[in-house]
């Protein structure tokens, strides 16, 4: 099989998928989300049929703990992704709920797939709306931002780390596209925050960007 025919794989794969189904609760929001196990039933069975083998595998490197995604098609091509652990504990629990975090993320990015109305809660009303103030007057509803809602300067360097291993990732230009597409929210409020940690990121951007345009790999 040539590279064509995985690409042709690859999307008659993600055309035959199920929904992905929100069958889990988040007591603490009130929302409804799609559980690890429901975004693998969406996409498993489709990409099995189409000559995929779905893999996902726990690593570190000098920039700290990921979960790698990767998508083995038959003929030998492959793709992978990587996602980063944040940890809210330093315990066994917290580092289990980074995991699953990572993992059904990373499939759901690497598969192109993602709940109806998923962005990470942020869309989801509070139970008890606070009373608007008697004297203003109506404002603008206010904009959704997927970043989360406090993102102090150490979060904010993970998530370059995260940036540029993914940029490294990143073997075509249009993966290349793909990433700043998918990253252009998140750059923007990083470039309002710190200057100096958005510069970094685009360099790394701009060297990966001069490989593929040479056609060199490092």
Not at 15 to 34: E, I, M, Q
Not at 176 to 204: C, I, P, V, Y
Request: hydrophobic residues 35%.
């Amino acid at each position: 099989m040539t590279t064509g025919s995985a690409i042709a794989d690859l999307i008659a794969a993600q055309g035959a998928c199920d929904p992905v189904l929100k069958d889990a609760t988040n007591p603490h929001f009130r929302s409804k989300y799609a559980s690890l196990s429901s975004c693998v039933d969406a996409c498993k069975e489709a990409f099995h049929k189409h000559n995929f083998a779905l893999l996902q595998s726990n690593g570190h490197d000098e920039y700290g703990q990921f979960v790698q995604t990767t998508l083995l098609h038959t003929s030998g091509e492959r793709w992978c992704s990587v996602v980063y652990l944040v940890l809210s504990k330093q315990d066994m629990q917290g580092l289990g709920s980074a995991i699953t975090y990572a993992r059904r993320y990373g499939l759901l990015g690497m598969v192109g797939l993602a709940p109806e109305d998923d962005d990470g809660n942020a869309s989801v009303a509070p139970p008890k709306p606070a009373p608007k103030p008697a004297a203003q007057a109506p404002q603008k509803p206010a904009q959704t931002h997927s970043a989360p809602p406090l993102m102090d300067l150490d979060k904010w360097q993970v998530w370059v780390v995260d940036q540029k291993r993914a940029l490294d990732y990143c073997s075509e230009k249009y993966q290349l596209k793909k990433w700043g597409s998918d990253t252009k929210q998140m750059r923007e409020e990083l470039q309002e925050f710190d200057r100096e940690l958005m510069a970094n990121l685009k360099d790394h951007f701009n060297m990966k960007h001069d490989e593929l345009n040479s056609g060199v790999r490092k």
